[in-house]
């Protein structure tokens, strides 16, 4: 039977990136295809122009220089991802063998800088050639450069090193390189953006030690230890820095709040709250506006003299909602939701309407309680709810915030409880159990040991079963009354990935990998009875009755818990995600999947 489809899964028009180049704001978008470029007229307001990349799937770096606005992009790796945009169409000018280009900084000279990851790399580019060098700042793969400042005739480089800030200025050409950490932010878990004052000082944001307490810092590169910090209170992160004489404007999350700091004396004033609980993508200062690009696809202004915030949605500018990469599904009675970027999608099965709302981050897993739908959100470590009879989704509680990645969640009725399992996306890993109603958080840390990331999560009866993720990943069972570790088998599958899918099928445990193995445990003798590999990668996995369905981004099969063989239930899909190809199953048993980047069942 054909699959049936419900129309575009996630729209919306989400940003990556932005640039200001004199009456002109350039925004960037996040996770469309193709990639779009608007041009906004700052002096009134209205939409110019927009238009397409052939390429990638956003820009985080930005920047305005002399010749136009500049792009890095990311999901462009090897394909011509550094863009010059001027008056007609973007021209690609460099093509860079790496995956995320994070910051793009220039100056009125000819040499421009960046700095990625995946692989990590520091490097220039001349403009007049598009000519890229490797700068070969980057010495070590634990350090991760994620925002770069031109300080006259020295650049400064600044991200993490093995989860602590880390950062260093060269000259023009990369030599002379000297490491400049203020001791006082040593501790911090990285440093996130960067900007010049005119005094020749620069000011840095960071993520706090365990992302708690973040700093804005002031100081000159040659004396470090004399750095003015100023501790942002009950803020995991500072997003953005923009300075103008002695003034640091900031921005921080989660909270999503406009911070004012006075460099000469470090006072600290909290101005407003433009788009609460979003990120901002980039700041700006022009007259007397404050002007902030959010990451939820809306740009607002602060007016310094006189103090009056605006917020101007997607909708306001004249941006169209198209067809983001979908994040997450969950099936309900009523319902399906789908997860986006800094949004979730309501798809209501009697009025066939969609409606979107905001959230702060990405609904990176979902699950149903009794019609409301829970998602665990990626950064800011947070649990959310959406109830049919309440508009808009709210808040329920924080998950220790160093654990910012959720992987999976779950409810186990036997205690009216969620699980969710979380990553720090460094050396350790969570299972947290979660009242729905209080929002009570118990944790277990590294429930596997340390090395595995918690990852996939199954609930039969009282058992939580976790699924790890190593060289040679196991997969645990708990006793969800308890906590209590009742067993943990080791080396399930090879090749080294996420055990995502679980699913308890009589004395059976169905598992399936990332990299598209399964395998059998008998849950007698708890003993892994049988391995195969039945794709290069997978999905999700969940039962429908006694049936066992896993998706990847091709097809949708039909696993046989007995022998492990899989039947293609539906093919051609064609999925593009992020992440992981997400599936769920209503309580009639019509799986629930995306195609392309619609929302489908079966």
Known sequence: MPLISEGNAAPGFPLSGAALRGDE??????????????????????????????????AWGTTAAPDGVWMGLFGARGQGNVLRMTTGAPQGRALLDTQYIWDLASDDSDLMFGVATNPSLVFSLRRS????????????????????????????????????????????????????????????????????????????????????????????????????????????????????????????RPSGALYRIDASTGDLRRVAVPVPMSETRELFLRGTLVIGASADGSVWTFDRGDDTVQRRTPTDLGLVSRAQKPQSVLATDTHTDVGGSFSITRHDRSSSVATTRFVPGEPKAMVDVHGTTFMAIYPIAEIWSWAPSEDHPRRVTQLPNDQLRPIDLVYADRIDALAVSTTDDRDHSAVHTIDPVTGRVDTMFDPLGL???????????????????????????????????????????????FVLGLAAVGNTLVVSTAT???????????????????????????LAGGRVLLVNADVLVEVSPTTLATTVREGNLDAEVWGWPPLDVDRNGRAWLIRGRELVHT
């Open 25 to 58: 704001l350039v925004l960037v978008s996040r996770n469309l295809n193709p990639v779009r470029y608007a041009v906004i007229d700052v002096d009134t307001w209205t939409l110019t122009r927009t238009e397409t990349l052939a390429r990638g799937d956003g």
């Open 516 to 542: 598209g193995w399964l395998a059998r445990i008998d849950l007698r003798t708890r003993q892994v009875v049988q391995r195969r590999r039945f794709a290069d990668e997978a999905g999700r996995m969940r």
């Open 451 to 497: 090395g595995q990331t918690a990852s996939g999560l199954h609930i039969s009866g009282t058992t939580l079963y976790v699924g790890g993720s190593s060289n040679e990943p196991d997969v645990a069972a708990f006793d969800i009354l308890s906590g209590r570790k009742l067993w943990q088998v080791a080396n399930v599958a090879p090749g080294g990935s």
């Open 129 to 252: 050639t598009a000519r890229a060098s490797d700068l070969g700042v980057v010495t070590s793969s634990a350090q991760r450069p994620r925002t770069c400042a031109v300080v006259g005739q020295r650049v400064l480089f600044a991200g993490a090193q093995s989860g602590k800030a880390w950062m260093r200025h060269t000259d023009r050409s990369g030599r002379d390189g000297r490491t400049v950490v203020p001791p006082t932010i040593a501790q911090d878990d990285i440093v996130y953006c960067s900007a010049v004052l005119s005094d020749g000082r620069v000011a840095v944001g960071t993520g706090g030690d365990g992302l708690a307490t973040p700093a804005v810092a002031v100081f000159d590169l040659d004396d470090p230890g004399g750095a003015m910090v100023i501790r942002l209170p009950r803020e995991s992160l500072v997003d953005t820095v923009a300075v103008e004489g002695t003034t640091v404007w900031a921005t921080a």
